[in-house]
C-alpha cells in the first residue's frame, strides 16, 4: 500500500486520484497500491482485495 505522504511527495493527491475513479463517496474503503515492476498506481478495497483499477499514473 502507498502512504499518504509518500505519494504527496511524489507529486501525488491520494483524496484526488481516488476521487477521479471513484467519485465522492465511500473513497476511505480503498487503498492505491503501487506496482513495483511499473511503478503503476492502483487502486483497491482494503486489504488489496478485489479487481484493482489501474490509474495511469506512475511514481518512478
Partial sequence: MADDKY???NGI???K???E???DG???NYD???NKDSGELWI???GGKGDGIA???FIK
Fill in 44 to 46: 483497491f478495497r482494503k
Fill in 17 to 19: 486520484l481516488k476521487e
Fill in 32 to 34: 492505491i497500491y503501487i
Fill in 55 to 57: 490509474t495511469g499514473e
Fill in 13 to 15: 493527491d491520494a483524496h
Fill in 21 to 23: 475513479f471513484l467519485g
Fill in 7 to 9: 505519494l504527496k511527495r
Fill in 26 to 28: 465511500k473513497n476511505s
